[in-house]
Structure formats: C-alpha cells, structure tokens
C-alpha cells in the first residue's frame, strides 16, 4: 500500500493544526508547527476564501491523515459506517478508532500511529491469542492485546515498561505496562474521541 514519505510536518502545516504524526516531539516547543503554522510552499499564508465543498475536501484529507489511511480504504470505511445503525458520521470514526495500529497508540504502547503500525506490522504483538501482522485489523470488545512473549525482551518494551502511562490512553481500553498487555474494554464512542473532526462535513462530501 502507497505512503505518505515526505516531511509529516508539513501535514499539519497544510490542515492548520497539529495532527500529532510525530508523536512526543509534537507536544514540545521545537515542534515545527509552532515555528511556521502556514500551510507550506510560496503561497502558504496567504488568506484565500475556500469554498464549502474546499473545506469539506479538507475535513476528509485530515481525517485521513490523522489515521494514516489511503482514499480507497477511508471510503471503505464510510460505505462500512453507512450501512450501520446510528449516525453515519460517529460509525465512521468508531471503525478508525478501532484499527489495530490506533489501538496500541491508544494504549500507549507506541507513542504515534505511526509508530504503532510498524509495531503490529513487525510481528510484535498478539490479538486473542494469535499473531496480527495487519494494521487496519479491526478490534471488538473484550479482545486482549499483548506483547509476544518472545518479544518481551526487546529494548524498547523493556523501556516501555519503565516509563510513565501515556497521555493517549482512552477510557474504553487499558493496558497493563508490567505485563505488557492491554484490552478492548467496550466500543468507542463519539464522546470518546478527542481529535478535532467535524465528521458530518465528510459525510455531507461523500452523500454528493
């Protein structure tokens, strides 16, 4: 699947506000956003009046961007949330909350997505018992996700053990540090995701 392998700073210059891609650098004063929060290239701050369908287009680009997911995938997504019982827009973000690489950063076992999915992607982590290698595996409730054993000993989660509990964590999963393990404990909900979306302009661009 396509990358974005460019500058992720820039992201978040271009949808005017942090997206946190680069995780605990985001939250200090170097962060580059807080340097230069234009949108980049020679006309980056300049005002132009963008149009409702511009910033329904922008709404939907830092959704994608936020979660690291290509158009075919986010579309997927909706098809998925608009076939579901509720509000389309919640169902949407509901169903990105419960990849697998937004998970474990939302448990704190890596400190962005980013980072996440290349945990799940490298074979590090088990999900009921079995091994997950795919970041886009969506969780359900009660689903258990745990270090492998083999893999306890790596560097980097013997360090995670030692550090304090992420901020990132959320009230509908846990994670124990000492055991290196954590669970699905119910479905988010809307009032459980803090990222700044105005979900219903998405739903209004893809109902056109």
């Known amino acids: 699947m396509a990358r974005y392998r460019e500058a992720k700073c820039k992201l978040c210059r271009r949808e005017g506000g942090k997206l946190f891609l680069k995780g605990d650098k985001c939250y200090m004063e170097k962060?580059?956003?807080?340097?230069?929060?234009?949108?980049?290239?020679?006309?980056?701050?300049?005002?132009?009046?963008?149009?409702?369908?511009?910033l329904q287009l922008r709404e939907k680009q830092k959704t994608k961007r936020i979660y690291g997911v290509q158009e075919g995938q986010f579309r997927k997504y909706y098809e998925m949330a608009d076939r579901m019982k509720g509000v389309t827009g919640e169902n949407m973000l509901s169903i990105l909350e419960r990849r697998l690489d937004n998970v474990v950063f939302r448990m704190g076992i890596a400190s962005s997505r980013t980072l996440a999915r290349q945990i799940v992607s490298h074979a590090h982590l088990m999900v009921n018992g079995k091994t997950v290698t795919i970041p886009s595996y969506i969780v359900k409730a009660g689903d258990v996700v745990v270090v492998k054993e083999n893999r306890k000993g790596n560097k980097y989660f013997t360090a995670l053990k030692e550090t304090k509990a992420s901020n990132t964590l959320v009230k509908w999963v846990e994670f124990d540090r000492e055991k290196l393990e954590g669970k699905v404990l119910a479905l988010p909900t809307r009032e459980d995701i803090d990222s700044q979306i105005a979900e219903h302009m998405i739903v209004e661009l893809y109902s056109k």
Do not use: I, L, M, T
Request: net charge positive.
């Open 31 to 54: 962060c580059p956003f807080n340097k230069r929060p234009v949108a980049p290239g020679q006309h980056g701050a300049d005002r132009k009046k963008v149009s409702e369908y511009g």
